[in-house]
């Protein structure tokens, strides 16, 4: 698993939503919480495999070969402390790997399922591939995140992913407004630091 992928196969549920293994769970018997599912983790399995295979339509089958199988699977899946977006990434790893021994994709699974998978136009490519671009980039800003201070990346999560303006910020790091700001500040430049020394 790549560094990129581990941060994917981390949880994506927000505050109050319920972890990707119990939709997985609820999935048993309820069809919606295998939708949320697939809501959370659709876009970036997709970037997945086109940043591997390079071609729209592949991916887009793919992806719809790993929610069947994941579907066919929910049954089988047990709590062993493993995150739900990891069990996903295993089926994908597993479809890409037989794919590239086959270098076209059976979609066995899609069609014991009865599931009709759209033929791409250029636009839908085109969208495939602005996402994994946009999912890369995501990947490598997470990556720089965790490694700048503590207290400069909650600064700069508060400021920038949570939108909170200083007064709010300043209230939950309990400092004053101006120290809110020294701390986004010095973060942001940080953060702009690591990113220029991947590119």
């Not at 609820?26 to 983790?41: C, I, K």
């Not at 490598?140 to 999560?157: D, F, K, N, S, Y």
């Not at 200083?166 to 701390?183: F, K, M, Q, T």
């Amino acid at each position: 698993m790549t560094a990129s992928d581990h941060i994917h196969s981390e949880s994506r549920a927000l505050p109050g939503e319920r972890s990707d293994v119990e939709l997985i769970l609820a999935s048993r018997n309820d069809p919606q919480a295998f939708r949320e599912l697939y809501d959370r983790w659709a876009e970036p399995l997709l970037a997945y495999f086109f940043r591997r295979t390079t071609n729209a339509e592949v991916a887009s089958d793919l992806l719809a070969e790993t929610f069947a199988i994941a579907y066919e699977k929910r049954q089988r899946f047990r709590d062993g402390g493993v995150p739900g977006g990891a069990w996903l990434y295993g089926i994908a790893r597993i479809e890409l790997s037989r794919y590239f021994r086959r270098q076209r994709v059976q979609l066995r699974a899609v069609q014991r399922l009865g599931i009709q998978v759209p033929v791409l136009d250029h636009e839908s490519a085109a969208a495939i591939a602005d996402l994994a671009e946009r999912d890369e980039t995501e990947s490598a800003v997470r990556a720089a995140l965790i490694r700048i201070p503590p207290g400069e990346r909650e600064a700069v999560e508060l400021r920038v992913v949570a939108e909170l303006d200083y007064p709010d910020i300043a209230g939950r790091l309990n400092c004053s407004e101006g120290a809110a700001r020294v701390r986004v500040h010095r973060g942001l430049a940080r953060l702009n630091q690591l990113l220029e020394a991947q590119r």
